[in-house]
């Protein structure tokens, strides 16, 4: 006989009215990586409002796969929608089917293979404006190279500039408050408060932005170009003929946007401060893009040919994952043993779930080794997912993961980068968990032409 919700444990450190909205503004990566100590279920109450925690392997694969379909996208993909509106990642049911339907094709290994160029070039141009000696920071410089790559997908025309300049501006302001919007009741979201003010101010410009862009490509009439754009005006259901709004395009391209935007950039970041303080994984690295890539370009036909890049991406995303993802029951559900009413928000966290010691020994140290076949194989299901399962999963993984060693390969091949003198970089709590600064200093490599 399964138990009901007054079974599962409550988080510790409530208080009244609140709830658990301290612990997670205060240290939210903190906080959500403790919950297993309380249970693979706990309840955490956000204001007034429960939401059930998952901590387990087990109990993430159970609600993104094997019960995937009594799920929808929760609170926090409720809170998207000011800026992604009916997107991909917020839509649920028939649109959601309909949309991935007709998005499908612009993630194809055939389409990517054109996108690579693009992401091989933007990472060339971003390493050889870097001098010798040069301090750069990479965060910036990370940001600026994936929204340029973007573009380059999404746009072939001028007709994109604005949004590009736009999401440069606006979309740190955006992600740097996310968070604690969505771990905070609702009403605040109106309280004239400056980081309200702030979000709201650069929401509003961004969707005006892309709301122009949509309608300058739709009025051209011009959709026979190889990118994101024109794909998306040019698609047609399959079933009604129909096509997509200029809202419906509008909230896909904020929806690819924000998340192949702050995602890819700060895993890059990371990667370049966890192989400057790993040089062993460093020359791993060369000796393997040499031997893959040679004196040539890194290419899309390179991309399976790598062994050990994988496996330090797969690392640097582990060690720093999503903070927090939710899921909203649609109908009566048992998760571990736990009956869920319909309309249970539940929440689970990348960033606590990849450290769990029980999947990996030794959470703390960075070994992309851990990821080698005969020691991942080992792995529960659900113990890894950084794109997340089931029907909901990140249909743009095989761009990202594209992006990351095309770029990577490339940046290493031809500068190498040092840590700054004095500073150490601390992790900040957003939505995706990034280092407060990360300056490092440029030398050249031996190997110039690749």
Known sequence: ???????????????????????????????????????????VDVGTMPVYFVNSPELVNELLVTKGRSFEKGRFFDRLKVLVGEGLVTAGGDTHRRHRRLMQPMFHRTRIAGYAEVMAEQARATADSWRPGET????????????????GTMFSTDIGKPAVDAIRVHLPVIVNTLLLRTASP?????????????????????????DDVVAAARASGDTDRPDLLSTLLAARDA????????????????????AGAENTAT??????????????????????????????????????AYEYLPRVINEVVRLHGVTLLMRRAVEPVELGGVTLPAGTEVAFSLYALHRDRRSF???ERFDPDRWLPERSAALPRGAFVPFGA?????????????????????????????????????????????????????????????
């Open 136 to 151: 750069v920071a990479v965060e910036r410089e990370m940001a600026a190279m994936v929204v340029n790559t973007l573009a």
């Open 390 to 450: 089931g029907t909901r999963k990140c249909i743009g993984d095989s761009f990202a993961w594209t992006q990351m060693i095309i770029s990577l390969a490339t940046v290493l091949s031809r500068r190498r980068l040092r840590p700054a003198p004095g500073h150490t970089a601390r992790e900040v709590t957003a939505a995706v968990p990034h280092p407060d600064r990360l300056p490092m200093v440029v030398e050249v490599r031996e190997r110039v032409e690749v």
């Open 239 to 258: 079933d009604s003929g129909e096509a997509l709004t200029d809202v419906e395009v509008r909230d896909e391209l904020s929806t690819i946007l924000f």
């Open 186 to 210: 609702k009403f605040l979201d109106r309280v004239p408060i400056p980081a309200n003010r702030r979000f709201d101010a650069a929401a509003d410009e961004l969707l005006r932005v892309i």
């Open 361 to 363: 020994p030794d959470p």
């Open 1 to 43: 006989m399964n138990a009901d919700l007054r079974s599962v444990p409550r988080a510790p450190g409530r208080l009244p009215l609140i709830g658990h909205v301290w612990p997670l503004a205060r240290n939210a990566l903190g906080f959500v990586t403790s919950l297993r100590d309380t249970g693979d279920l706990v309840r």
């Open 267 to 304: 895993t890059l970041t990371w990667a370049f401060h966890e192989i400057a303080r790993h040089p062993e994984v460093e020359q791993r690295l060369l000796a393997e893009i040499a031997e893959v890539s040679g004196s040539g370009p890194v290419a899309l036909e390179h991309v399976a």
